[in-house]
């Protein structure tokens, strides 16, 4: 049985930064990542990273903006976001799967964290 714990939103000003934890119990998992979702919209994929950190992924939106990263030692995976916009603001759910590769699609992950709320003010 594998749980996802998601810790670090809240609320900042624009150009602020945040840094999110998923804490993972049970089993290491192949691949970690990193989905957002506001209402009324389909959950959209931001970061993902393989289990030895080789490959990263983000969607265009984000990069050079966040980073992701894991410690395996602790099973946690992080996303540091810096330089945050108003667009950024959702609920940011971590995820974990046994896919081969980084992959955008929800289906591709097994299991998820609660969410944590991230508000960007203007």
Not at 65 to 87: C, G
């Amino acid at each position: 049985q594998v749980q996802l714990v998601d810790s670090g939103g809240g609320l900042v000003q624009t150009g602020g930064s945040l840094r999110l934890s998923c804490a993972a119990s049970g089993r290491t998992l192949a691949v970690m990542g990193w989905f957002r979702q506001t209402p009324g919209k389909e959950r959209e994929f931001v970061a993902a990273i393989t289990w030895g950190g080789a490959k990263t992924t983000y969607v265009d939106s984000v990069k050079g903006r966040f980073t992701i990263s894991r410690d395996n030692a602790k099973n946690t995976v992080y996303l540091q976001m810096n330089s945050l916009k108003p667009e950024d603001t959702a609920v940011y759910y971590c995820a974990a799967g046994d896919t081969m590769a980084t992959s955008p699609q929800v289906r591709d992950y097994d299991y998820w964290g609660q969410g944590t709320q991230v508000t960007v003010s203007s």
